[in-house]
């Protein structure tokens, strides 16, 4: 037997750790302990991800964030690496059950054993949690609908494969921000592709979170794509982006901002990263809703 399957299946299933569904950046799981977890198979992965249902989805149970910088998955890599490649955003975050006592390699093996030889039934709890992401889910969709877009796999105009962005800006910023930044895009760019990749998304949606009170919606709809196609945004974010070593949307946001400033000498929009502002939701992923700006509907 090897040293691996030693320390999985020769531990006594008999500690009991207490577990909270917490969400976490899908960037910051990984299996620290590879000797504490089963082999990837790719053959599982993609039988996955081929029959992916998002309300399904039974969350990963992990460990807190260790001194490397991630949390260990102890079980569910297979499920977090379909949900991965289904959502195709490496920004999204995901629903976990995280094990704030499981701190140690041994601890890991021993819990994962523990699960895969107890599996039972999705209990009560994950079905709330299931039912939370179905929330989301509709949630999104009909914002999408109301912005003239559809969700789908194809990059055909009007539609938005994007999804891991919708949810990430759904989340973070709130319902009535990525409406209007759907319909800001929209209103710039009309139904392009190329608008709704899922950088540019989060690009304005921080752009619009952060200068909510005070950003010129007419301008910013005019003087964007007059300077700009959605293929030369992105170009200019990439590059901006690797100049400051800074994530993509933090790229669009930059560009945004430069553009929109052109030629002003009042009212230029400035970051102030010290202030921050309240979050949007309230706590359970479902921000509150607000009626949009007459001039968004155009």
Known sequence: MSERRTKINDMPATASWGGVYTWIPITDLTIVWPEAQRPLRETHVNA?????ELDLFDPPHVT?????????????????????????????????????????????????????????????????????????????????KRAG????????????????????????FGEKILERTLLVIRNSWQKDSNALEGPVIAGYASL????????DYKRLQTIVPSNYTPHALHGAAKSQAELRRRPMPDGVKEVLMNTYNR???KK???SKPQIAKKKSTNGIGKPPTAKRPSFLNA
Request: aromatic content about 6%.
């Open 48 to 52: 996955i991800h081929t029959n992916f």
């Open 64 to 144: 807190p964030m260790l001194p490397c910088g991630k949390h260990h998955i102890i079980d569910g890599n297979h499920r977090k690496t379909a949900l991965e490649r289904w959502l195709n955003d490496p920004n999204q975050q995901v629903p976990c059950l995280l094990h704030s006592k499981c701190t140690t390699e041994e601890e890991a093996a021993r819990m994962f054993r523990e699960i895969n030889t107890n599996r039972k039934p999705p209990s009560a709890s994950s079905s709330v949690v299931h039912l939370l992401w179905r929330e989301i889910q509709i949630a999104i969709s009909d914002i999408v």
């Open 149 to 172: 877009f559809r969700i789908g796999k194809d990059h055909t105009d009007g539609c938005i494969t994007a999804v891991g962005a919708l949810m990430t800006c759904y989340k973070k």
């Open 208 to 215: 619009l979170f952060e200068f909510e009170d005070e950003i």
């Open 263 to 265: 030629g002003r000498s």
């Open 268 to 270: 230029k929009l400035i």
